[in-house]
């Protein structure tokens, strides 16, 4: 369930519980889903992206729903090498937009 890019996306040991509410699970866990079929079936990040990019242009895997949210809770899991037994959280999804959108572009000289 790694971030593509992340460095550790192929870590055996990550082990990250999580309770989907109802909108995650109509909109969440299929990517998840798909992302372990194509894992388990061998197949590499490239081809896992064009799969997931595949399926969003066929419609195949849903669009995200507003109020989408993951529970990590369990004091057992193992999130990476670094983070090992992170702290219990929420996760919040939201559509991309732009960093600009939610403060993440200002300029370190404008006040806040």
Known sequence: MAQFDFPQFWNARMRGPLCYNPA?????????????????AGRQKPEIIAAIKDGIKKHTLPHLEAGAMTYMMSKQQYLNDDAHNWVPHLMFYFARAAGSNWGGILSARRPC
């Open 24 to 40: 995650a699970v109509r909109s969440i866990l299929p990517y998840t889903i798909r992302r372990t079929e194509l894992v388990l």
